[in-house]
């Protein structure tokens, strides 16, 4: 056999050993839908009314291309879940069962439509989103008797004694803003969110004889689902 014929078969031995070598290209990103739904659980530590307080948080709605949550949110402050009471004294000549000073217990839930841009943070820090989710609907808060003071002296109902003590005033709702700032971060394929937040409420005109005002800051947490 001449030498270019055995250069040539080994050349045809080596090419099919070369092509599998060779490095695959880059990948394309895959192209994000443009409308994607999610739901997003969460938990919440509020300091309204000047009080810490805790309870569940939730959103219902759709992503548009990665860059915006438009849906329905809310949070709540169940009052069995915050056994810390605000104490009020009683007008001068007033009382309740022989007390001229009460402890409340409060609860109440703010509920509205969600806006939410958000922005992905480039190369090795893609897994992280940050958000500015604006929330504005209905609030109301409430105070109420607790324990055995729910036991009326006179059998009426307990919701006509927190009226008459409380001058009419036991509650307070208006227009919700709930605005804040968010990270998320995926945990799988971007379908499954951590998410981590800092947040303001306040209920506009607000006006209860325990407190004047219900505004105040709140930390979240949460666990959110689809998006793609």
């Known amino acids: ?4 014929a055995l250069f ?3 050349l045809a031995a080596l090419s099919p050993l070369s092509s599998a070598t060779a490095q695959p290209a880059a990948a394309a990103e895959p192209e994000r839908p443009v409308v994607a739904p999610y739901a997003h659980l969460g938990w919440r530590v509020m300091g309204l009314g000047d009080h810490v307080s ?3 948080a939730f959103e219902l709605g759709i992503i548009l291309k990665d860059h915006l949550k438009l849906g329905i949110g809310g949070f709540s402050r169940p009052g069995p879940m915050n056994p810390r009471t605000f104490r009020i004294d009683l007008p001068e000549g007033q009382s309740y069962r022989g007390q001229d000073s009460l402890e409340l217990r409060s609860d109440g839930a703010v509920v509205g439509l969600l806006v939410a841009p958000r922005v992905r943070l480039p190369g090795r820090a893609s897994r992280v989103t940050l958000e500015a989710p604006l929330l504005v609907g209905f609030g109301g808060f409430g105070f109420y008797l607790t324990g055995d003071d729910r036991r009326t002296p006179d059998g009426r109902r307990v919701s006509e004694w927190e009226d008459e003590l409380l001058d ?3 509650a307070s709702a208006g227009i919700a803003l709930d605005a804040g700032v968010r990270v998320a971060i995926d945990l799988h394929e971007e379908w499954l969110r951590l998410t981590a937040g800092l947040h303001y409420t306040t209920v506009v005109g607000y006006d209860a004889f325990v407190r004047d005002s219900y505004d105040g800051f709140s ?3 949460g666990l959110e689902i689809g998006g793609r």
Not at 1 to 4: G, H, I, Q, T
């Open 1 to 4: 056999m001449s030498r270019f």
């Open 8 to 10: 040539a078969l080994v």
């Open 54 to 56: 805790h309870g569940p």
């Open 168 to 170: 009419g005033r036991d």
């Open 219 to 221: 930390g979240s947490l």
